[in-house]
């Protein structure tokens, strides 16, 4: 029988690890966390500085090549465009052929406000129809796919020969004009609608009308404001173009017809005042009206950044 060795084997005790205490550093002196800003960070952060400097760089460069170029028939420099654009202003407000700017511009502007409504009224009509029905799709489809392509200005004859040289051709081509691309996109914003809403409305007993109005207008608007937005530049284009051909009726005519005159007088100062009016007015529509409805809409609710 073998006995058990005996062998002594050292203790081993673990090591003693020391203690480590850190002390809370302030982050203030890492790194500056927040700082307030600079002026000039303050003022090139908001937008509309910033398009105003670039609208100030082309003025200048427009200025300058005018110049370098000297052929007024040509280019006028921004000086002369300006004062003629004054000169315009300060004309009497009478709706003759010689009327002030203004009342040129508004002109147009009562005119485009006529047809663009009824355009956005018919393509929610159809859209509406489309989404809710089957011959209405199919409706829709082909219409837009006869008409869509065929630009508005080509009906212009038509609308001549079908209601005179007056307001209503001028009215029905606009019409054509915003139509179309508005209503596509207002169903490509209906098609878009998630299930889980669409659903959402149907449990709700939600039809028709109501359903459209309460669930795909506000869960597709943001197609639908992009639709607005498309229409209405289409529409001023088309109808800029409509006047320069033929003026409306009482002897006045718009923007397009001013900027007509001008040129086959060669006061071409004042064609570039007219262009100038045309964008200006553009400018204006988009940055209050249109901007202001995304801020109180698709941005207020969250669907765009």
Known sequence: MLEASTVAYPRLTPPVRPELVSSVTDSSEIVQVERPLSTWERITGQASVRRLFLLLVIVVAWEAYARYL????MLPTFTDTAAAFWTELNKPFNFGSDSNLLVKAWTSVSVLVKGYALGVLLAAIMSSLAVTTRIGNDLLSTLTSMFNPLPAIALLPLAMLWFGLGETALVFVLIHAALWPLALNMH??????SSTLRMCGRNYGLKGL???LQILIPAAFPAILTGLKIAWAFAWRTLIAAELVFGISGGSGGLGWFIFINK???NIPEVF??????ILIGLIIENFVFRYIEEATVKKWGMQH
Do not use: I, N
């Open 70 to 73: 000297d052929k007024p028939l």
């Open 188 to 193: 490509s914003g209906f098609l878009g609608v």
């Open 210 to 212: 109501r359903y459209v």
């Open 264 to 266: 086959q007088e060669l």
């Open 273 to 278: 005042a007219g262009l100038g009016a045309v």
